[in-house]
């Protein structure tokens, strides 16, 4: 093994060391490549045999220092309990919590601070502001999470940063600059701090496709659901007037029933009454013809 191989060794070794003591997880395996590990208690680190300057060095660290931040201070349970819906709402979300926790190890301790806050500035320094126009060329995730960190961390403001900013500087000054003194006050209340947050995005009012869309299923759930139970109620309705329907039809072949018994019984008291005229008839007659002979 070369000087350099080794060197890279020693340095896996001091951050595999470091995230274990900052996530006071000292069971922890910590693994360096691009191979995700399914197991449970394991963290998976950029490999270190790609990193080529000072500053690659100084945002591994970066990243590191924040994953065992997060392995320390975030609860799985509330931050879900308190997710928005929405992609974009979610990932403000997320940069919200991840500076939460990174705002609270750097108070502890200087050189995650400095890890953090020297990979976050790094990002700025190949963006050209000529390229930089309105709002479409800035995504809200990016100047939201500039916003917040400028008030957390005191980012060093230059002509990029100002004109990141600046993009989405109307929504921000309106409805969220006016409430961080809300989330200074439970940095280390992480139930409460992301209640706060999901309440911020929420009135930040900015169209989120995905949580526009499931709003529209709801709705076509509830449209369905009312056409079916309208459905159902014409199906009833229907089939009650079937069943009057033929109910009156049985009564009026019951009446038509009854009145033709009624006339047949008629018709037989009618011939009864003539067949017993006749007969007296025929009895006087042979009568007169008796009393004739004799």
């Known amino acids: ?29 910590v693994k360096f490549g691009n191979n995700t590990d399914s197991k449970k208690n ?4 950029p490999e270190v045999a790609n990193l080529k300057k000072l500053q690659d060095f100084t945002n591994l660290r970066a990243f590191a220092d924040s994953e065992a931040l997060k392995i320390k201070y975030t609860n799985k349970k509330i931050y879900l309990e308190n997710e928005p819906r929405g992609a974009i709402s979610k990932a403000l979300y997320a940069i919200a919590e991840k500076i939460r926790y990174e705002k609270i190890g750097s108070d502890k ?76 006050d439970c940095i280390e209340n992480q139930s409460k701090f992301n209640q706060l947050v999901t309440n911020l995005i929420e009135n930040l009012n900015f169209e989120d496709s995905d949580s526009k869309e ?4 709801i709705e076509n759930s509830k449209e369905n659901s009312t056409a079916s139970e309208k459905n159902r109620d014409d199906n009833n309705l229907s089939q009650k007037e079937e069943e009057q329907s033929a109910d009156s039809d049985l009564n009026i072949a019951e009446s038509n029933f009854e009145s033709f018994n009624e006339k047949e019984e008629s018709e037989q008291r009618n011939e009864k009454e003539i067949a017993t005229k006749q ?4 009895k006087k007659i042979a009568k007169g013809k008796i009393q004739s002979i004799y």
Request: overall charge positive; some cysteine; proline content about 1%.
């Open 109 to 184: 301790l200087k050189g995650v601070k400095n890890n953090i806050t020297q990979c976050y500035e790094n990002k700025f320094k190949n963006k050209k502001i000529e390229e930089i126009r309105t709002e479409t060329d800035v995504p809200i995730t990016e100047a939201f999470e500039l916003c917040l960190r400028s008030h957390f961390f005191k980012i060093k403001q230059n002509n990029i940063t100002k004109k990141v900013l600046s993009c989405w500087k109307n929504l921000f000054d309106k409805n969220l600059k006016k409430n961080l003194k809300e989330l200074d």
């Open 42 to 45: 394991s963290l998976n680190l």
């Open 1 to 29: 093994m070369d000087e350099q191989e080794l060197l890279k060794e020693r340095f896996k070794s001091a951050v595999s060391s470091t995230v274990k003591a900052i996530s006071e997880n000292f069971d922890l395996e």
């Open 279 to 282: 007969s007296s008839q025929k």
């Open 214 to 217: 499931k709003e529209e299923e």
